[in-house]
């Protein structure tokens, strides 16, 4: 039976609530709520019906992309969700700006780069690691972040229950991981075994980005065993780019605008007399 003989006596309301229930067994949400909308648009613009197949489909898409990014995202436990659009240059004059926008691209990734951030608190490490490692630029393989003493308490925890092989390969598994706050917490002394190790394990093979508010010469001092410090350091900076931003505290500078703001809304007004 041809499908002109099966739709015959089939009226377009049935027909269309038909459509809409092979949408909804395939589980095809978004197309099934976007059917009305491409329907009309398809009769005023007069598309074809392949036309019109490709509109519906693409909207299906376009939701599945969506929905996978809104995952990566939650696996990359990002501690924040700025972007490098959102990042304040004119408080970092010394930064360059090409080289920042050349690491949105993520291009860094192919090559197996790191990119070390270095600098006091308050200076935008975390946002700049955060905008140069979105997860829609790793669609394949979702990058993944922890702050280094987090790094170190959850491998001290896999020896303890015998899954440190397993979590050896979470860390070394992501196109991406970032390993934020180096320096700011006393680390205990196996954490420059294990930082040494996952950083050894990406080796030329996978990217990382670390922040920290410590120079390299004292990453020593940092993690309690220089030797372990030097060699860690040799393996990142092999292949690198490292970045030095200075200046104030953003946090900082927004608690004395804030201030500033409020000092003016409550002083009295002064008349000439």
């Given amino acids: 039976?041809?499908?002109?003989?099966?739709?015959?006596?089939?009226?377009?309301a049935s027909l269309y609530q038909q459509l809409r229930g092979h949408l909804a067994v395939l589980k095809l949400d978004a197309a099934a709520a976007a059917l009305p909308s491409v329907l009309e648009t398809a009769t005023a613009e007069k598309w074809t019906m392949t036309a019109t197949l490709e509109h519906l489909l693409a909207v299906e898409v376009d939701a599945t992309e969506a929905r996978r990014l809104a995952g990566r995202m939650r696996f990359a436990c990002l501690p924040t969700g700025a972007t490098l659009?959102?990042?304040?240059?004119?408080?970092?004059?010394?930064?360059?700006?090409?080289?920042?926008?050349?690491?949105?691209?993520?291009?860094?990734?192919?090559?197996?780069?790191?990119v070390m951030l270095v600098g006091p608190p308050g200076t935008g490490k975390t946002h700049l690691a955060v905008g140069s490692r979105t997860p829609r630029c790793t669609p394949d393989i979702a990058p993944t972040?922890?702050?280094?003493?987090?790094?170190?308490?959850?491998?001290?925890?896999a020896v303890i229950e015998g899954r440190w092989s397993t979590?050896?390969?979470?860390?070394?598994?992501?196109?991406?991981?970032?390993?934020?706050?180096?320096?700011?917490?006393?680390?205990?002394?196996?954490?420059?075994?294990?930082?040494?190790?996952?950083?050894?394990?990406?080796?030329?093979?996978?990217?990382?980005?670390?922040?920290?508010?410590?120079?390299?010469s004292e990453w020593g001092e940092v993690l309690g065993d220089t030797t372990v410090a030097a060699a860690m350091l040799d393996r990142l900076l092999h292949r690198s780019v490292v970045l030095k931003l200075d200046g104030d505290s953003y946090r900082l500078r927004d608690h004395h605008a804030r201030n500033e703001t409020h000092r003016t809304a409550i002083a009295p007004s002064r008349r000439p007399l």
Avoid: W
């Fill in 145 to 157: 972040s922890a702050t280094a003493a987090d790094l170190a308490a959850r491998c001290h925890k």
């Fill in 167 to 216: 979590t050896m390969r979470f860390f070394a598994g992501p196109t991406l991981l970032v390993i934020d706050e180096l320096g700011y917490l006393p680390l205990p002394a196996e954490a420059a075994s294990a930082l040494f190790q996952v950083v050894a394990q990406r080796y030329l093979k996978t990217s990382i980005v670390i922040t920290t508010n410590r120079s390299v």
């Fill in 85 to 114: 659009a959102d990042f304040d240059f004119d408080a970092a004059p010394g930064l360059d700006q090409a080289l920042i926008r050349e690491l949105g691209t993520c291009a860094y990734l192919e090559s197996a780069t790191n």
């Fill in 1 to 12: 039976m041809t499908n002109t003989t099966r739709t015959s006596g089939v009226s377009a």
